[in-house]
């Protein structure tokens, strides 16, 4: 049977769309691939994001932060000193940019202004950590990135 240029061009057509729809296909359904959106109601998130910014600008014009140290037992979070440490509530948001079902948050309770994250909940690597208390009726709030 003798192939003419027509037929060639079809044929030509026919594995050059097999080629890409495959490619579709293995990357749409391979779970190493997946693309989801970075934070769990981000859209809901968004509409509070001026409130965030005021809070940080408010936390940073006052002055306050919380020192964030990598230790042999885990993370250490040292409050303000001029703060009680039992008006301090609120909440640390870690999050981890690489998979999100290591992300993870922990109720603020103290008795004296170190917070200490174990070590068994962390792996190395980049977290993004996000701590929000309140004190005396004020908000605060302090982002930051480390790598443990």
Same mark, same amino acid.
């Given at each position: 049977?003798?192939?003419?240029?027509?037929?060639?061009?079809?044929?030509?057509?026919?594995?050059?769309?097999?080629?890409?729809?495959?490619?579709?296909?293995?990357?749409?359904?391979?779970?190493?691939?997946?693309?989801?959106?970075?934070?769990?109601?981000?859209?809901?998130?968004?509409?509070?994001?001026?409130? !965030?910014?005021?809070?940080?600008?408010?936390?940073?014009?006052?002055?306050?932060?919380?020192?964030?140290?990598?230790?042999?037992?885990?993370?250490?979070?040292?409050?303000? !000193?001029?703060?009680?440490?039992?008006?301090?509530?609120?909440?640390?948001?870690?999050?981890? +940019?690489?998979?999100?079902?290591?992300?993870? !948050?922990?109720?603020?309770?103290?008795?004296? +202004?170190?917070?200490?994250?174990?070590?068994?909940?962390?792996?190395?690597?980049?977290?993004?950590? !996000?701590?929000?208390?309140?004190?005396?009726?004020?908000?605060?709030?302090?982002?930051?990135?480390?790598?443990?």
């Amino acid at each position: 049977m003798k192939i003419n240029w027509g037929t060639g061009i079809v044929i030509a057509f026919v594995l050059f769309i097999s080629f890409i729809m495959y490619f579709v296909v293995s990357s749409l359904t391979d779970e190493s691939l997946e693309h989801e959106l970075v934070t769990k109601d981000y859209y809901k998130k968004e509409l509070n994001f001026q409130k !965030e910014i005021d809070t940080e600008k408010f936390t940073k014009d006052a002055g306050v932060d919380v020192a964030v140290t990598p230790t042999a037992e885990g993370l250490e979070l040292v409050f303000p !000193e001029d703060q009680l440490p039992e008006d301090i509530k609120g909440k640390v948001f870690l999050y981890r +940019p690489s998979n999100k079902h290591l992300d993870f !948050e922990v109720a603020i309770s103290l008795s004296d +202004p170190h917070l200490l994250i174990p070590k068994d909940r962390l792996l190395d690597g980049r977290w993004n950590i !996000e701590i929000r208390w309140t004190c005396e009726g004020k908000s605060y709030l302090v982002k930051k990135a480390i790598n443990y």
